[in-house]
């Protein structure tokens, strides 16, 4: 296929379209150069004006909603990320038709219920109303617009999608010793099984921000580099910030998350021996991958057993 | 149009000819020395080219032809950046999968554009190699590049033909230099995974995430609100 059709089919889009329209590619006037990082911090901004209303609308104090929003804006993540170049915030603002399309999908013909057992849900999940309100959506259509070429490049490249290169995932070792090997392919399939039996339970508001935390968590690659790849950690962080309001943790358990920042640390030093001294740190990524997996899963369990949706929070007021 | 260039630069050097005395002397040729040396660690070096010669009247175009095996690559949109930034002018001669491990890619060339300037520092990475049981690192050896000389002043003399700039508008004549002091070309070592893990860490590796992904559909199933 041809390497602009790929590129122009990617989930960068639309980004795509704004940069070549600003002309951020004509070398010749200087004045469009920066257009590009422009973009990029006007859907920061955006993104935090969305959290903001959102979270005033879902009852947060306007205070509040301010505080929490600035966690979001003032980060140093977010703000090198989008300076650096990279679109992620832009992607956090549109909905990705087929990650979030399960969950709007659920909100919107009945989420399953604790009666039905684990089991029945699941096969709930995949019934004749579920598949029906899909074939409204507007998956569909556009990919009868633009064919194959476009559910390959913007969805299901992150299905077959994978990276050997070193990156936090936790199947980066696994799925480097194993490339070669036609069964290689199996392993391939159990990652995104764990990852989809993962994304079927939930709400809608929460879902979003836990649904795109276990996508990125679970998923086969997992990068953080600027500029010349995703930043997949901004994907969740910011829809993070509409749920923080809403979190009952005890101040000694939230201190809980700064083991996000030491196993974020600790296979960040290992990576930097790998890539910069050539030091033979394969075994240590793997370990610390592993263990940066328990770290996020620990904390997202915290924050899935601690969070209070609006209703109940306004019962309790009452 | 990216295709034709592309095109252009592989039918280049289609004739070797020994006219190096033509457009050049003989004299003057013995004074042209190279070097190349290679800095950094881990995955990404920098090459340093240097060409020396002495003093002439011509307006002297250097371009150095260097060819780069399957085991490293350089990035098209680096060497972009580069050449608004520095100057730096470099041509690859085929397209280059950036995230492709070294058994699934192929060699290229690169051709170092040094006019107006003597050294010239080019960024390479190294790629990640088949996963061993019996070595922990891999050595990449890079040949030495063939130098290529051209005068503006002078149009005599059939050597080698190739790109005039790296913008790859237009070819050149250009003069072989053939009788370089001899050096062996750079090499570097890169780290390999252990393949005789495979079994651990696949196992391993499963059973984490299983774990994982039971806790959280407990606390899902117990905590969601449904």
Redesign the interface.
């Given at each position: 296929m041809d390497?602009w059709l790929c590129v122009m089919f990617s989930v960068t889009l639309l980004i795509r379209l704004a940069l070549l329209c600003f002309g951020v590619y004509q070398?010749q006037n200087l004045r469009w150069v920066h257009c590009g990082k422009l973009l990029f911090l006007g859907s920061d901004l955006l993104s935090a004006l969305l959290l903001f209303r959102l979270l005033v609308l879902h009852c947060s104090a306007r205070s509040l909603a301010s505080v929490h929003c600035s966690m979001w804006l003032f980060n140093p993540l977010t703000m090198a990320v989008s300076t650096c170049g990279n679109a992620e915030s832009l992607l956090a603002v549109l909905i990705y038709p087929v990650t979030y399309a399960l969950p709007v999908a659920l909100s919107l013909v009945g989420?399953?219920?604790?009666g039905r057992g684990?089991i029945q849900?699941l096969v709930w999940c995949f019934s004749r109303d579920l598949f029906l309100e899909q074939c409204s959506s507007a998956s569909p259509f556009t990919a009868c617009e633009y064919g194959w070429d476009f559910l390959q490049e913007s969805s299901l490249f992150h299905l077959t999608h994978r990276?050997?290169?070193h990156n936090f995932s936790?199947?980066f070792?696994?799925l480097?010793?194993?490339?070669?090997?036609h069964w290689s392919v199996v392993?391939v399939l159990?990652?995104f099984l764990?990852q989809l039996?993962?994304l079927l339970?939930?709400?809608l508001a929460f879902c979003c921000s836990i649904h795109t935390a276990?996508f990125v968590r679970?998923n086969k690659v997992c990068t953080s580099q600027m500029p010349?790849s995703r930043s997949y950690f901004l994907w969740y962080l910011c829809l993070l910030t509409l749920v923080l309001s809403r979190l009952t943790l005890s101040l000694r358990r939230g201190l809980g998350l700064l083991l996000w920042f030491v196993g974020q640390e600790l296979w960040l030093s290992h990576a930097y021996y790998?890539?910069?001294?050539?030091?033979?740190?394969?075994?240590l990524i793997?370990i610390a991958g592993?263990l940066f997996?328990?770290i996020n899963?620990?904390i997202?369990?915290q924050i899935?057993?601690h969070?209070r949706?609006a209703e109940?929070q306004l019962k309790k007021t009452d | 149009m990216f295709r034709c260039c592309l095109l252009v630069t592989l039918l280049c050097f289609i004739h070797r000819g020994n006219s190096e005395e033509d457009c050049f002397p003989s004299e003057w040729l013995k004074s042209v020395s190279m070097s190349v040396k290679i800095s950094k660690a881990g995955f990404h070096r920098d090459l340093h080219y240097r060409v020396q010669w002495s003093k002439t009247e011509q307006e002297v175009h250097a371009l150095l032809v260097q060819k780069l095996p399957s085991g490293v690559y350089m990035d098209e949109y680096q060497l972009d950046t580069l050449r608004r930034d520095t100057g730096l002018e470099v041509l690859l001669d085929s397209k280059v999968d950036v995230e492709a491990p070294e058994y699934l890619s192929s060699g290229f060339t690169a051709l170092v554009f040094l006019s107006g300037r003597r050294e010239a520092v080019v960024p390479v990475h190294g790629r990640y190699h088949r996963p061993s049981d019996s070595s922990k690192r891999v050595k990449v050896e890079l040949e030495s590049p063939r130098l290529l000389l051209r005068s503006e002043q002078c149009e005599r003399g059939v050597a080698v033909d190739a790109p005039c700039t790296a913008s790859n508008h237009s070819i050149c004549s250009w003069t072989e230099i053939l009788e370089l002091e001899d050096h062996a070309g750079v090499s570097l070592e890169l780290p390999v995974g252990d393949s005789s893990m495979i079994i651990s860490v696949c196992g391993v590796t499963v059973l984490t995430t299983v774990l994982c992904c039971v806790y959280l559909l407990r606390n899902i199933w117990k905590h969601g609100s449904f």
């Open positions: 390497a070398d989420a399953p219920s604790r684990l849900n990276d050997i290169h936790p199947y070792s696994m480097y010793v194993t490339a070669e090997h392993l159990v990652c764990l039996l993962l339970l939930s709400s276990v679970f010349f790998l890539e910069f001294e050539g030091c033979n740190s394969f075994a793997w592993l997996l328990l899963s620990l997202l369990g899935i057993s969070y949706p109940a | -």
